[in-house]
């Protein structure tokens, strides 16, 4: 018996041995990343798109705050922050030893003038609205940063988490652009326009244990059926989202590869020219609300993944309120309101459609499909990528389009109304003034609740569905996030599984 209980004793110290050693990480290896859309750049302070930070951003760029995978604020490029009393005070205290990919060195120098760059109005900055409330910008030391605003804002070290507030160097960065310098634990190699972005381990990363990987290439390939092709072949190792959520069906029964089903910030949504006729008209906007069955949308375009959303706030995101009942589907309500606002026989539109994103072009047919049957006639126009942004998102030269919104926090774009969808209301600029002084979680909570409320009772746009998120890997991929609290497809921890 002793010998038996011996030798069983063995055994399980020897298989809970193997299975730690076979789930701790191990250095080496390339890996190949595919996402739809090439960036247009690869300097997040320098334009909004998402592609951007998906791949530049906590691999070669860092900022002061990171976020993990459990969308938690954690020490970046600042081990630790402390906040005043008053809320205007945000003292950093920033990491020593810390080199740029080009070797000069990381302090509260740099910081500064990052920060001042960051709010400049010059600049290229999308979001210098973030820092413009830094009124003063104090350096007790070399590596302490002390931030001083001229009132509480309730969101600014979810911004300093971002893109926009990564750390460049001061010597290098006008080529940001085209060859990125960073302190992150990736750096720049090369960008074959309309193909690929390659990035290698940096050796002098401040976290030596960090990266595992020797080298992650972006590999851009557009096309749901070339990525799943290119992942089948072995072409490539990781696709860091599938638009096709039916491609991600297909893969999970695949014993070769692994699919994730977990959350993101993103809404997609039916983007509307609040400024074009007939939807600067709040009832024809309301009507096609009531005339939008949402949970078919996301039936039907994305298999059931993705989850219904009745203003511009992800459920995956503190503060959300379920608004999906305001305008629950009523076709008969949406005819009703059409006819008090003059188009009793409906009218048509057109809806520009990015071709980019197939999501985006089964979603517009469906909707057309919804709303041709309250009398509004919707014309449909594809739309190649870079067309779409000079287009729609610069000359706002649309009507209607359909687009995935996956900044966090970004309900602040309904306060400039010259952003895309000229939406303009004091009453919502008032209220969002009021969330970001917010004193404590239940005032946050109250007024980024009213902000929700606000937009959505204007019918805005047309909120669909938050996003899910749906990457699909081969098995032996191990470390990748399963959720996207951040745009960010961060490759730090990633490894291969021998």
């Known amino acids: 018996m002793k010998r038996r209980l011996f030798f069983m004793l063995v055994t399980c110290l020897i298989f809970s041995a193997n299975t730690v050693f076979a789930n701790t990480p191990v250095k080496g290896g390339s890996l190949i990343v595919c996402q739809p859309a090439e960036p247009p750049g690869l ?12 791949v530049v951003f906590s691999n070669i760029f860092e900022g002061l705050i990171k976020v993990n995978s459990k969308g938690e604020f954690i020490p970046g490029l600042a081990t630790r922050w402390e906040v005043s009393p008053c809320g205007k005070i945000y003292t950093f205290y920033l990491r020593k030893g810390v ?52 009132e509480v804002d309730a969101l600014f070290i979810a911004h300093m988490s971002e893109g926009d ?55 851009f390939i557009g096309d749901p059926s070339a990525q799943i092709a290119a992942l089948k072949a072995g072409d490539i190792d990781v696709i860091g989202y599938i638009a096709a959520p039916e491609s991600a069906m297909e893969m999970s029964r695949d014993k070769r590869f692994k699919v994730f089903s977990g959350t993101t910030t993103g809404e997609v949504i039916m983007s509307t020219n609040n400024k074009a006729k007939p939807f600067d008209n709040k009832l024809v906007r309301q ?21 219904p959303i009745g203003s511009h706030w992800s459920p995956s995101t503190p503060y959300y309120v379920d608004l999906t009942g305001k305008f629950s589907y009523n076709p008969k309500k949406a005819e009703e309101l059409l006819k008090e606002a003059g188009y009793p026989n409906g009218f048509e539109a057109t809806i520009k459609l990015p071709a980019i994103y197939s999501y985006s072009r089964r979603a517009g047919e469906v909707i057309a499909d919804m709303l041709s049957k309250v009398g509004i006639k919707l014309k449909i126009e594809i739309v190649e990528w870079g067309q779409w942004i000079e287009r729609i998102f610069k000359k ?61 009772d204007d019918a805005v746009n047309g909120y669909m569905f938050s996003a899910p998120s749906l990457p699909v890997m081969k098995t032996s991929v191990m470390g990748w996030w399963e959720n996207y609290p951040t745009i960010a497809l961060d490759c730090t921890q990633v490894w291969w599984k021998k």
């Open 43 to 54: 300097d997040p302070t320098g334009n909004t798109a998402a592609a951007i930070d998906r």
């Open 99 to 150: 080199k740029f990919h080009n070797g000069e060195s990381f302090n509260a120098h740099v910081a500064k003038w990052n920060i001042e760059r960051a709010k400049d109005s010059k600049t290229t900055n999308p979001h210098p609205e973030y820092f413009r409330g830094v009124v003063k910008i104090d350096m007790p030391d070399d590596y302490t940063l002390r931030l001083t605003l001229n």
């Open 165 to 219: 507030a990564i750390m460049l160097p001061m010597k290098g960065y006008e080529d940001t652009k085209s060859n990125p310098i960073g302190t992150g634990p990736f750096k720049f190699v090369k960008w074959a326009r309309g193909d690929r972005v390659e990035m290698v381990r940096f050796d002098g990363y401040w976290n030596p244990e960090l990266p595992y990987l020797d080298k992650v290439t972006f590999k």
């Open 287 to 307: 009507a096609m609300a009531y005339a939008i069955d949402r949970q078919a949308v996301v039936d039907l375009v994305m298999f059931g993944y993705g989850t």
């Open 396 to 456: 706002k030269e649309y009507q209607l389009t359909m687009i995935g919104h996956v900044e966090a926090w970004d309900i602040g774009i309904y306060a400039n109304p010259e952003y895309y969808f000229q939406y303009d209301s004091q009453r919502f600029r008032d209220a969002y003034a009021t969330a970001l002084k917010a004193p404590n979680e239940d005032e946050k909570a109250r007024w980024f609740g009213q902000c929700q409320e606000i937009i959505a």
